[in-house]
């Protein structure tokens, strides 16, 4: 295979090996971080999605949702 060019089996690799966790409504982030370590996974990246609800005058956000994405970890003698 020619460097830089990837096969789609990798490419299914890496997409499995990613996982979302949203943080719980009485949750806090570091109970949520703790949650991913024990699991196997370590963050790479923190977003907050809005949550919406139809109003009167059209869709309103009422909250948000926390989500971290997760990469599993990989160790040294794996690489």
Partial sequence: ?????KSSKDNQ?????????I???N?????CLDRMK???YQPIMRTSR????EGKSGPEV???HCVIEGRLS???GEQ
């Fill in 13 to 21: 690799a890496r997409q499995s090996a990613k996982k979302a966790f």
């Fill in 74 to 76: 990989v160790a040294k």
């Fill in 1 to 5: 295979m020619k460097k830089g060019k």
């Fill in 23 to 25: 943080v719980g409504e």
């Fill in 27 to 31: 949750e806090t982030i570091d109970a």
């Fill in 62 to 64: 009422i909250g948000r």
């Fill in 50 to 53: 809005p949550i919406f609800r």
């Fill in 38 to 40: 024990k699991e196997g």
